[in-house]
Structures are given as structure tokens and as C-alpha cells.
């Protein structure tokens, strides 16, 4: 993480002049829905509690640099006000402001997410969300367990199962009522090839951005290709592996591959390094988690 973090300031020092100022935030946002106390006093689900309530009344997000909204507002830099899951913007509408309201964001919500952490940093981040006793822990992690200098560092898919059982096992130890929306790591793949003819998205990729799928963006000869063919396979596989351990916890909800499904266009991307999603993206984000979170399931 450290060497990431020097690589995002070099980064700054080197396109600062090249980019736009900081965007502002602006729009109409969904007004909240009504809720249902699901709990009794002691913080345990009553007898007639239902395995999933639809209305949670607080959330605390963790995960990486997209649920800190990186790149959203200023050049390489965390912008939590946009991000999908806890942010204010009413331009994204996050998942937060869509179940609280507006007015209840800020006191009912918040952000443990960490830019550049990977899943063996869940279990810490969930430890400090924990602390707030959220009804809804809403995830998403697992692009960094990719992004790696080469292919060979990619986080084994073993060790990421692992590190996300341990992860929920803590939750549970510390929050038995929690629920969990899980969002599928991005398709990385498709971000390369929407980015990739931008000038200065690749200026940022050459710094370092995601080395073993961004890395010689231009080249598409056999080796090449297979690199990227690798950290794809790797990032579907982490997804089955989500997918696998959220379904055995009936208080987890994964979103069946959606956000990786989502077609990610240059509108849903950063336009500083073409590969985070922008503004528009973490609305889209938003969107999906919430039509997770708020699906009547049988």
C-alpha cells in the first residue's frame, strides 16, 4: 500500500497542470422510503424479525478506492462526499441517502474504506465499522487482489476466500443481526479496453494504475493478451468466491455478478484515469446495491 500511495503522489505531481479543476455536485436525490424496526431493544432480531429487512436504518461501508469515491472530484484523490455507498452527493444518490434521506446521511452512515486495500484488509475495516453497529455492512473489495505489479502476485483465490470467510466470521462474532450486501469486483478487462485510447488515462496507467492488466496498454500481441486473459479469469474467480461465501450466511446478500456485468461506458469512467468510475459510475453503483439491498426475496 505504501508504494501505491508514492506512486499516487508522483502521479498528482505529474498531471496536475494537464487536468481540470475539481468538479462541483449538484441535482435532485430520492427522497427516503419507509422503514420497518426489525430489531428488539437488545439489538438481536426478534422472533418475527424477517431473515432480510429491506429498510435498514444505518450503513457502514468498507472496501477500497471505489467506495471512496477516488478520482470523482479532484485528481487522484479520495472524494467520499461522491461515493456509492455512504456518499452526500445528490448527483450519485448513494445507496446511504437512498435508505436514510438526505438529512440522515451523515449521522447514520459511514465510510471505513480504504484506498488501495485489498481483502486480507477487510477483516480490520470491518472491525472499525463494527463500532457503530450498522444494520447494513455494504462491501466491495477484491480489485486490488488483481491490480498487482505482475500476474504472479495476483492474490490466490484460496487466500482471498479465506481472508473474506475470516472477515465475515468477525462480523458475525460482533454484529450476529448485521446484514451484508456484497458488490462483485468490476470487469477489469472491459475498463482496460474503454479507457485505453485516452492520452491521459495511459500517461496515469504508466505510473503504475493496475500494472498487470493496464500495463503496456497498447500492446495486443499473444502475451499480452494472455496477461490480461489471467487477471480477468482471477477477478471471476474472486467473484465466485463472494458469491460462494455470502450465500452460506442468510443475513449476506451478493449481487449476483451485477456491478462486474454492469457495461461500464468513458460516461461511467474518471476522467483523470479513465479506469475508476466517475461521478455518473458510482450513481450506476449505487443504483445496483440498492436494488439489492431493497429486493423482497422470498
Known amino acids: 500500500m505504501r508504494k501505491r500511495q508514492h506512486r499516487l503522489r508522483l502521479a498528482r505531481a505529474a498531471v496536475a497542470a494537464a487536468v481540470l479543476a ?3 455536485c449538484g441535482a435532485a436525490g430520492h427522497t427516503a422510503p419507509g422503514r420497518q424496526d426489525s430489531r428488539t431493544g ?16 444505518s450503513v457502514a461501508a468498507v472496501g477500497d478506492s471505489i467506495t471512496r469515491g477516488f478520482d470523482t472530484c479532484a485528481v487522484l484523490s479520495d472524494c467520499p462526499q461522491s461515493s456509492w455507498a455512504t456518499g452526500t452527493d ?5 445507496l446511504a441517502r437512498r435508505l436514510l ?6 449521522r447514520r452512515s459511514w465510510n ?14 470491518i472491525v472499525e465499522a463494527a463500532v457503530h453497529k450498522p444494520q447494513l455492512v455494504a462491501v466491495m473489495i477484491g480489485a486490488n487482489d488483481a491490480c498487482r505489479d505482475t500476474v504472479a502476485q495476483m492474490t490466490s483465490v484460496a487466500d482471498f476466500r479465506s481472508q473474506f470467510q ?7 462474532a460482533k454484529l450476529p443481526a448485521a446484514q451484508v450486501y456484497v458488490a462483485s469486483v468490476p470487469n477489469l478487462m472491459r475498463l482496460w479496453s474503454e479507457g485505453r485510447t485516452n492520452p491521459l488515462g495511459k500517461q496515469i496507467w504508466r505510473l503504475g494504475l493496475c500494472p498487470s492488466m493496464l500495463g503496456d496498454a497498447d500492446a495486443l500481441g499473444a502475451a499480452a493478451a494472455q496477461r490480461r486473459k489471467t487477471v480477468q479469469d482471477r477477478v471471476v474467480a474472486y467473484n465466485a468466491a463472494l458469491k460462494e461465501v455470502c450465500a452460506k450466511d442468510v443475513r449476506c446478500r451478493f449481487d449476483d455478478n451485477a456491478v462486474h456485468d454492469y457495461p461500464f461506458g468513458t460516461a461511467q469512467l474518471s476522467r483523470w484515469d479513465w479506469f475508476h468510475p466517475s461521478r455518473d459510475g458510482q450513481a450506476k453503483l449505487a443504483e445496483i446495491a440498492y436494488r439489492v439491498v431493497t429486493a423482497e426475496r422470498p
Open 22 to 24: 475539481s468538479t462541483g
Open 42 to 57: 437488545s439489538g438481536q432480531p426478534s422472533a418475527a424479525a424477517p431473515a432480510w429487512d429491506t429498510s435498514p436504518d
Open 90 to 94: 445528490p448527483a450519485v444518490n448513494s
Open 101 to 106: 434521506g438526505a438529512s440522515e446521511v451523515t
Open 112 to 125: 471505513h474504506a480504504v484506498t488501495g486495500a485489498r481483502m486480507s484488509d477487510l477483516k480490520g475495516q
Open 166 to 172: 475470516d472477515a465475515l466470521h468477525t462480523l458475525r
